[in-house]
């Protein structure tokens, strides 16, 4: 008895292990790199009765993970936040609009939570670099939609660069567009957030 039971504790330990150096690879085969604060941009642009208008955000955070050992990368997670209050037009009047629009006072940030990868595949011409479509999450004003997100990737050395464009309406997430001037200049419900980041 005492040696079948040893023998079975010595099999579970043996499992155990095999387990364990089975999971390292992929493990050490996952980099996660966080984005850099100090470069690139995140913008969004828009249009009203009066002129198109652009607000910058000044601060935003979050972080990526790639595999990149195999023909193509696999991004296991990547979620971005930004402050909302820290989107800047450079008009003083403008911004207050938008923070009442958005009601900043309540839901104090903007982010995007990555659920999966749509799709992936390499620019030809251009040497790792990616088109990626990621289905995940965006959250504006407390308000969550499940959204499509394209956007190129490029891999280079300790730095992965995300870039791309996506159109939104601000209704579908209960946003009344910004007025002015007692309502005499509307801003118009479309807009489009436009990326540059850099990930270290």
């Known amino acids: 008895m005492q040696s079948q039971f040893k023998k079975r504790t010595f099999s579970i330990k043996s499992v155990i292990l095999l387990m364990t150096f089975g999971l390292i690879p992929i493990a050490l085969a996952a980099q996660s790199y966080q984005i850099s604060t100090s470069e690139g941009e995140v913008m969004v642009t828009g249009t009203s009765t009066l002129h198109d ?4 955000a000044e601060q ?36 207050k609009n938008t923070y009442k629009a958005l009601n900043t006072k309540k839901y ?14 390499p620019v030809v011409s251009v040497s ?20 499509d997100l394209p956007f190129n990737m490029t891999i280079n050395g300790t730095k992965v660069m995300l870039e791309g ?13 910004p007025k002015a001037l007692l309502g005499t200049i509307t801003t118009g419900d479309d807009i489009e957030v436009h990326f540059n980041t850099i990930w270290k």
């Not at 696999?74 to 003083?92: H, P, R, Y």
């Not at 790792?128 to 959204?147: F, M, P, Q």
């Open 128 to 147: 790792n670099r990616y088109k990626v479509v990621a289905t995940g999450d965006l959250t504006i004003a407390g308000s969550t939609k499940t959204i």
């Open 165 to 177: 464009k996506k159109a939104l309406k601000m209704t579908d997430y209960g946003v009344e567009p």
């Open 108 to 121: 104090k940030e903007i982010v995007f939570d990555m659920k999966s990868v749509k799709s992936i595949s």
């Open 60 to 95: 935003k955070s979050g972080s990526i993970s790639l595999d990149n050992t195999g023909e193509l990368p696999k991004i296991n997670t990547l979620n971005f936040k930004v402050e909302a209050e820290s989107l800047k037009s450079g008009k003083g009047a403008m911004d």
């Open 53 to 56: 208008w652009e607000e910058v």
